[in-house]
């Protein structure tokens, strides 16, 4: 009787939908989705009942509280940050857990109807753990999990939870849709920091570019109960021409319960790997590098009235690589930071042509370490200006062991050093804002 009084709701849900403007085309795609996945589980799972079983028992035991998280102590997190600074200071590694999608961003080509659905993907989460530990070897304590959309992936919260426990800091890079359903799980796995995408200052204009009707409501109701739950919401805005006047960005996002906002840097040509991120026909990527440069400028002022989480010191990089001069720092992707597609394949960064290799191979290949400027991946420039300290450190010490006593007093003594300190000063300054409001 239960069964059918739901069956009866969802079938009302259903047609209220259909009857709703673009409500044919959504249903169909869920509905193909939905079915990709199930296709594609129940083969994983025919593969490997065990490890399916065990994943799930194990992280509902820790939901439950009869399992405490065994995550390292605060002592043993110092010895191994220490450890690390010895070796140029923890690295991270961005994971697209699936390549399937449930918006349809027009600068995105992960969008939902441009990858056929034979060809759609989601990371086999019963390996997850064993990768996690190579990658965790190899000195990455940082995981961002993102996709297409990484909540579409059935185990996210176990995926989520697995890295917790191996003391990782870990994000999630969402477009919302799924959020209100997912959270209680998400922070029962340990989630404290939610990045969401944001398109515009206006919520139509958002909506319009995801394809996702009432796409506002969800992300509000969200975000209203994240204080709560000790998760940081941030928006994840891509700079692009749907963002007329940055300014009206403030009170937007304030509005929309955000405490922070992360640009990302729009990708205007085809990045090498397999990430899809990116669109060479979009008009809304189309600028030209004058216009970029006045947006990054934009970004820059917007510190005054909102707080931004890209350093200072990237952006001016960023301007300096579209005026043609040359930057202060160079990218670390490939040394300190990486991206593990679904197929646990591994690259230097989103851009590169050639995969470094597979995870199960990473223990054993080489680091890149060419000072590579070639791109604006926020991700992988961002971050490599806040660890230019951290490597120089490493390298000052490696000089020491080896006797180079005066290239390695040039090293510590590069003013780079100082820039880079003070945009990880300048981010601890807003994730503590951040800690004392959220
Ligand atoms: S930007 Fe994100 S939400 Fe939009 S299509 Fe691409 S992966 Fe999907
Ligand atoms: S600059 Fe761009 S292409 Fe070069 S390593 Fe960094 S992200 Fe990759």
Redo the contacts with the bound molecule.
Sequence with gaps: MRDLVVLFIHFIATLARLLGPGGARSIVAESLLLKHQLLILNRSRRRSPKSFAKLKKHFSAHQKGILPLSMPTTRAKIWDMLRLLRHGGPALCNVAVTNS?????D??????GKIPHKDLRWIDATRLDAALQILHGRGIRYVSF????PLLHPYIAEIVALSIEKGMGTAL?T?GWLLPAKLDELVGSGLKTIYI?IDAASIDAHEAN?GLKRLGERIRAATARMPRLGITPIAQV?MSKLIKNYHLLAPFLRDLGFEAVAFSYPQRTRLGSSS??WSDTSKLVDFTDRELIEAFEAVDELRTAFPVNNPHASIADMKRHLRGESEHFVCYGGYKSFYMDWNFDVWRCDAWRERMCSVWDFDKTPFVRDGCTACIADCYRDSSVMLHFAVSLGDTLDGICEGKLVATLKTIANTRNLESLSAVFENARVRSRLARTG
């Excluded at 999608?101 to 961003?105: G, I, L």
């Excluded at 600068?107 to 939902?112: E, K, L, S, W």
């Excluded at 993102?146 to 959309?149: A, K, N």
């Design positions: 999608c449930n918006a349809t961003c600068f995105c080509n992960f969008a939902n993102f996709g297409g959309e890079i477009n995408s995801r891509t899809l991120a």
